[in-house]
């Protein structure tokens, strides 16, 4: 399976985040990782998720990179390109604010079956074009 993985979820293990009902999200996050080392899944990884992870955790892009390497998790990189702007305008009308219409846009012209975010709400629009799923939901 290709999932577009959302820099939140990825942060949140970094950061060691506390989720709803004070439940560590960490360990859910270790699970889905190894899930998708285990089943071969592929993680898609963009120019705008190493900028948030940049901003928000201070890991660079090789740092980054090295996480998943060390686990030998599937993943491919993909660029975001000015030229994809125009494209993304054609998303207006979905109802997700900018930076997650960037990256759902991003998800769907790289073929992605899933978006693996902590924010599901954001996301709600989008479940008639790709599914939407938390971490945990994965099978």
């Not at 089943?39 to 705008?48: G, P, Q, T």
């Not at 940049?54 to 390109?81: D, G």
């Not at 992605?112 to 924010?119: D, E, L, P």
């Amino acid at each position: 399976m290709r999932l577009y993985l959302d820099s939140n979820v990825f942060i949140s293990l970094i950061k060691c985040e506390i989720g709803k009902g004070f439940k560590a999200m960490e360990s859910k996050v270790i699970d889905f990782f190894e899930s998708c080392a285990r089943n071969k899944h592929e993680i898609v990884l963009s120019e705008l998720f190493f900028e948030e992870v940049r901003a928000n955790a201070f890991y660079s892009k090789e740092e980054t990179v090295s996480f998943f390497e060390e686990r030998k998790i599937n993943t491919e990189i993909i660029s975001f390109k000015g030229e994809h702007f125009e494209e993304i305008k054609k998303w207006d009308s979905i109802g997700i604010h900018k930076r997650d219409r960037m990256h759902f846009f991003l998800a769907i012209k790289t073929g992605c079956n899933a978006i693996v975010t902590w924010n599901l709400k954001d996301f709600i629009p989008a479940e008639k074009f790709i599914k939407i799923m938390a971490p945990e939901d994965l099978d």
